[in-house]
């Protein structure tokens, strides 16, 4: 259920990290993105080589909008045609779109091969890269198309995090948000008032709450759907968006959205959720492309969505949540107080609810 997991500034030069590869296999297979080839991949492409390792590289178009059917077909065919076999190890070097991608092709191809996750991304390192769903978008949802498949290694080095610009760094501390609020109060505390909140121990504490919550529901049947908090919306903005608001800020608003349909949930930890995404300088708002009929059809080929509703998770408080289905019109509620508060000023004109937080 939970792999082997190395975690620490540098783990990945460390003899550690070389003897669990040397157990796993002499062949590896590395896939990366264009940017995270040029950063890190040829240096771990030559380490590997160094110790007698076979090692091919294979990369991408970095982003969002690569992570589909015919990037990964691109990939096998070139995996193929270089002779890749069982005794390779597929490494996915990379971020959240990386690791998704890379599993899906290391579930799939030759019936499957081992897979080490090396996230080079602050959301890979938290999220992504944990719990075995890995997959594909289409044109009309995220992650739609996948499977779950478990690393036999996950490589956690914050190291890899000096190069990130500022919108990756949130894409993962939404993420850390997304933990604390669903279950540790504590963490939420640490992350509010620590600005340095891509340390060690904090990831470690991210990493940890996810596996609590999917050791008890693997392959997302249920309890598992707690991890999904305020990425129904926010999946849907990205995808309406056409990807031009980026994981994190959508996550970011689709938290305080459906937050909204939490009746229990005070209005002082409404107020603390909203503001510690302002005080880390979320840039938040929905562009022209994002309508509400936009929205609402994507919602409804969300992978929670069954007879005309979503399981949506719940806070009752800060660190306590709970599912339960939503009606229809609880949701347009969220969503009509989403476009007041973060649409185009000629949005908030014609809403069917006076709405007050």
């Avoid at 190890?89 to 991608?101: E, H, P, S, W, Y």
């Avoid at 939503?326 to 009509?336: K, L, T």
Wanted: charged fraction near 25%.
């Amino acid at each position: 259920m939970k792999p082997p997991i190395l975690i620490g500034e540098n783990i990945s030069f460390s003899p550690e990290f070389y003897a669990h590869l040397d157990k796993l296999s002499n062949s590896f297979v590395i896939v990366t993105d264009s940017t995270v080839k040029k950063l890190y991949a040829k240096d771990l492409e030559r380490r590997l080589r160094s110790r007698g390792h076979t090692v091919k590289t294979f990369h991408f178009k970095g982003g969002e909008t690569s992570k589909n059917r015919e990037t990964k077909a691109h990939l096998e065919d070139q995996m193929i045609k270089n002779g890749i076999h069982r005794d390779f190890v597929m490494i996915a070097l990379g971020g959240g779109v990386v690791t998704d991608l890379a599993g899906y092709i290391a579930a799939t191809f030759l019936r499957g091969l081992k897979l080490i996750n090396m996230p080079t991304s602050l959301v890979g390192m938290v999220d992504a890269s944990h719990g075995g769903k890995n997959g594909i978008n289409t044109d009309v949802g995220k992650n739609l198309i996948g499977s779950f498949y478990i690393p036999s290694l996950i490589v956690v080095d914050p190291m890899f995090l000096r190069t990130l610009p500022d919108e990756e760094m949130k894409n993962g501390l939404s993420e850390m948000i997304k933990h604390s609020l669903v279950s540790d109060s504590n963490l939420f505390t640490e992350l509010y008032n620590s600005p340095e909140y891509y340390r060690t121990p904090l990831i470690l504490r991210s990493i940890e709450i996810k596996y609590s919550i999917i050791g008890k529901d693997l392959l997302d049947r249920g309890l598992r759907n707690l991890l999904n908090f305020g990425h129904s919306i926010g999946h849907a903005i990205e995808l309406t968006s056409n990807y031009q608001v980026g994981h994190g800020l959508a996550v970011a608003m689709g938290i305080m959205t459906e937050c909204r349909l939490s009746k229990e949930l005070s209005k002082e930890d409404l107020q603390q959720i909203d503001s510690i995404f302002e005080k880390y300088n979320y840039p938040l708002f929905l562009p022209e492309n994002v309508t509400k009929e936009g929205i609402y059809k994507t919602l409804l080929f969300d992978k929670k969505a069954m007879h005309g509703t979503i399981n949506c998770t719940f806070l009752s408080k800060i660190g306590t949540s709970y599912l339960e289905r939503i009606d229809p019109n609880a949701m347009e509620y969220a969503i009509d107080w989403m476009f007041k508060r973060f649409g185009p000023p000629h949005y908030a004109e014609n809403f069917n609810h006076a709405l007050v937080d």
